[in-house]
Every structure is written in C-alpha cells, then in structure tokens.
C-alpha cells in the first residue's frame, strides 16, 4: 500500500484511470493520497447545529409499558385488539411490553448515558380515567408524576404526549370512541386534568399524535384498534371528532395549566416531497401538502376544510358548525412533526399538483412502507414554516425499523438504521441552517417496543430489548447518535 503517493503520481494514475488504464488507485491509496488542504480532514464544525437545539428520544405508553392490569389502569382499545386473535403478528400484546412501567428509572437513566436533554413520552389515558370520564385514579397519576420526577432529576425535559392511540375500552363501547363528539369532550377533560397536576414540571404537552394513523387505520382499513371499516361519511365524521377533540383539548390546558405551558400537535402529516428542486414543482408540492391534510393539520392550521376536500367528499363530507371550526383551529404554540416515508409530489397542469406513486425498487427499511426519502425531512420543516407561518418545530419522530441481530461478539451492527439517521439529521441541519424554526429532534425509538400491529416483529429502537429478560443493549445507532449530541453535530 503506497501511502506515501506523491499528489503528481495519484494524478498520473487518476488520468490513467480516465482514459481507460488500468492502474485504477484501490480505496486504500485514495484514502491516505494527499489532498488539497483540508480536503477529506474531519471538520469538527461541519453540520453543526446551534447551541440551544434540543436532542432527544421518543416512546408511547402502550408501546413500551406494560404493567397493563397494575396500578388501576383500566382497559384500552389495544388491550382488547392485540387479545383478538389474528390481529397483531403472532397474536402479540403489550401487556408486558418494555416493562417500563417498571424499569423506568432504568430507560431515563438511558436517556440521561445518550446525554439527551427531552424526552417525548404518552400518557396512558386509562391509567388516569380508567373509565375514560369520571373519578381520576390516584396511582396512575403517580406513575406519571414519578416518571416526570425521574427525569427531571436526570435533566431531561419531559415533552408529554396525551393520546397516542390507547383509547379507553369503555369510550368504545359507550360511545364508539372518536365516532362520537362524546369521546372529544372526554378527552378534553382528560387533557385539562393531566396539564393542571403536571404542568408545574412539563412545559410541554402535544394533544393527539398522528390523527390518521389511529383514524384511518382504525376506522377505514382497521388494520389498527378498534379494528372498524366505516363508511365515507360516518368516517369524516370521526375524522372531525378527533380534530374536535384536539381542539377542545388546546382550550383545556390553557384553562388548567401553569401560564407559560406549550401546547401543540404531534403529526405524520402528508408532506409533499418536490420530485425535484424547481419553483414549479415546490409550488405544486405546497399545495399538495395542503390538500393531502385537509381534514387534519389543514383544517387545524387554517379554520377551514377546503373546498377541494368538500367538494370530493360531497353529501359524506363532515357536518360541522362555525363554533367547531373556531375550536379546532385554536392557536397552537408548537407544532410536532413526525416523519418517516417522503411522499413525492409533482406540478399538474389539470390539478395543481399530483401525487407521483413510488416504484417497486424505492429503498425502504424493514417496514415495507417506510421508504427512505432523507430531503423529506428538510420539506416537511420547511412547508409548515412557510405554509402556516409555524415558530416553534420539534421533529417529534424520525426513525426506523432495521432486522436488527446480536452479532457473535454481543454487539448489534445496525449500520442501515444509522445511515438511514445521518442522512435524515444532514436534511434536518439543512433546515436549521436556511433558517426554519425546528428546536429540537427526537429519534424514534430510545428502544425496541411494540410496534402496534407488527407487534415485536419490527424494531425501532437505538436500544435493542430482549423480551425475554428486558435486557437494554446498546445498538451501534446508540453509540452514533450519543455522538450526535456530544458534538452536537452530525457525525
Ligand atoms: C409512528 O407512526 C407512530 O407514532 C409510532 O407509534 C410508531 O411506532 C412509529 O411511527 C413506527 O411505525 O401498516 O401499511 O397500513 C408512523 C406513521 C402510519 C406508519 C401508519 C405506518 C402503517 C402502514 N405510520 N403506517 S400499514
């Protein structure tokens, strides 16, 4: 290995190279071949973020709890469809989970080794009201109140969560959950509650994470608790219910919570990818990313459903007063965005805007719906900047599943998970650095956990979990993104 090749014969051989030769430099002579000043030497401040970005993880309560009988939590709609049989991979619940009902001094102390400084974490609504409406249950508060105590301790900012999906059982069955505005004025009270006993630690609280994953899996395809397949219009209608709900929700906490509380969304919302980088294909993605979530972040954004959505819906589009309108779209001080898979989107001169279908060969992870569109990340930031003027971002989510195993020597290699991370934070350092407002980051997942209908099938964690001992073990993900927050910077 010629290491000492003098810059005039790597030339020679790159010509060589060029013209056909075959004396092709081998990686290894190209990596030690002198360079230009600075070329290829580590630049410490190269995709560096500003001093006060927040690095942190994300989990969701029934994702990674457990404890499913204990402390008085009552039942919740994932409760009853992981039990149905045929519904989850290998008919797999979350009644132990990461058993962190248990271990969670455990997983912040976790937190606290990655030197992350937030943690996005879900209240389980039936551990509060097991009922869903009524009498609060003392022991699930404590839970959580012990949970936040944790992290304050180790300095961690706990970001709150109040739905993420674990409806309580009895809303299904008295009201049929979100397909009744019942179920949003519960939530709401639910949601008041949680602000005024925790506020005085959490400064932030997101209402409702991803209104259609838990919609339209649960009530379109019912591939997701509680499993239904309604009807266009009894489907808008819970759609409407739901942004009812976060609305009522926004009204609650600002009654309930310490002055100062932010309150926001955490959304999967449809971000429109340009297909490529020109005004007339970023227009048509602007639009599309309006469209595509009219009856969601739209309507929550801008007071309104749009008349593209109306006029498609027809007589099954939502009925709803001016009041409703007013609620759902209450001012917000701080918008999640979760995103995974980019949604390409080009000019159309008929509509504005079409949504270009991916190819067979698109990369994707483990999941066979998350492709890897890494510049996603930058437009989704971007959009909700420019679209609706949004100050204070928080990427709330942004991982990926990886067939993660436990190499001979113990350790877990997930070299796929960690290129499929840097190439999202390049486009999340993008962002920040033309200037939109995104203040912090957080992966999803600090482990492994139940991947709701994929069950244990799918990993998402920096940490892997065997389920059979609920051992933690650092991937090779941890040690890159305990890096990451070190230098503050991607690595
Ligand atoms: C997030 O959803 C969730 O907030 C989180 O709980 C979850 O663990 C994480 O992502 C990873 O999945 O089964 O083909 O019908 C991300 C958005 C929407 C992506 C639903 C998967 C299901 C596709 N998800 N989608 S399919």
């Known amino acids: 290995m010629s290491t000492n090749l003098s810059r005039r014969s790597f030339g020679k051989r790159i010509g060589a190279a060029a013209i056909g030769a075959s004396a092709i430099p081998t990686a290894a002579e190209l990596a030690f071949a002198p360079h230009a000043a600075g070329q290829g030497q580590p630049q410490p401040d190269f995709y560096k973020f500003p001093d006060n970005f927040r690095w942190g993880c994300a989990t969701a309560a029934y994702q990674v709890e457990g404890g499913a009988k204990e402390g008085g939590r009552g039942p919740s709609i994932w409760d009853s469809f992981s039990h149905t049989p045929g519904k989850t991979y290998k008919n797999e619940t979350g009644d132990v989970a990461d058993d962190d009902y248990h271990l969670y001094k455990e997983d912040i102390a976790l937190l606290k080794g990655l030197g992350a400084k937030i943690y996005r974490f879900s209240v389980s609504w039936p551990r509060i009201f097991p009922e869903g409406t009524g009498k ?38 008295k009201y049929g959950g979100w397909q009744s505005r019942e179920t949003s004025k519960a939530f709401a009270d639910y949601a008041g509650y949680v602000a005024e006993q925790l506020s005085d630690r959490v400064k932030h609280f997101f209402t409702i994470n991803e209104f259609s994953s838990f919609i339209d899996l649960g009530y379109r395809t019912g591939v997701f608790a509680p499993g239904l397949q309604l009807a266009p219009a009894a489907l808008n209608q819970t759609r409407h219910n739901a942004v009812l709900a976060h609305g009522l929700a926004v009204q609650a906490i600002r009654a309930k919570a310490r002055p100062g509380t932010k309150v926001g969304l955490a959304e999967n919302f449809i971000s429109g990818t340009p297909v490529f980088n020109t005004e007339e294909h970023i227009k048509a993605s602007e639009l599309g990313t309006r469209v595509l979530n009219a009856p969601y972040l739209t309507v ?32 917000i001080d701080v918008l999640g965005i979760n995103v995974y898979n980019p949604t390409y989107v080009r000019a159309d001169e008929k509509h504005g805007f079409a949504v270009v279908p991916p190819p067979s060969s698109f990369p994707r992870m483990a999941s066979p719906w998350l492709l890897i569109g890494p510049e996603g990340l930058y437009w989704a930031a971007r959009h909700v900047a420019q679209i609706w003027g949004i100050k204070d971002i928080y990427v709330t989510e942004n991982g990926c599943s990886s067939a993660d195993v436990i190499a001979p020597d113990g350790h877990v290699y997930d070299t796929d998970r960690v290129m499929f991370l840097r190439n999202y934070l390049i486009n999340l350092h993008r962002a920040v650095a033309e200037g939109f407002p995104v203040h912090g980051y957080f992966v999803w997942s600090l482990m492994d956990n139940f991947e709701w209908a994929d069950a244990y099938n799918l990993r998402f964690g920096i940490y892997y979990v065997d389920y059979k001992t609920e051992k933690r073990i650092p ?17």
């Open 136 to 173: 609060p249950n003392p022991q699930g508060l404590d839970f959580y109140s012990r949970l936040v105590d944790e992290m304050v301790a180790a300095g961690i900012d706990p970001f709150c969560t109040l739905f993420h999906w674990d409806l309580p059982q009895a809303l299904q069955d």
């Open 300 to 331: 929550i954004m801008e007071g309104k459903y749009m008349e593209q959505y109306l006029e498609h819906e027809g007589a099954n589009a939502p009925k709803f007063t001016a009041e409703d309108l007013k609620v759902i779209s209450s001012p």
């Open 475 to 491: 991937k090779l993900s941890a040690s890159f993104y305990r890096e990451v927050i070190r230098r503050n910077a991607v690595v």
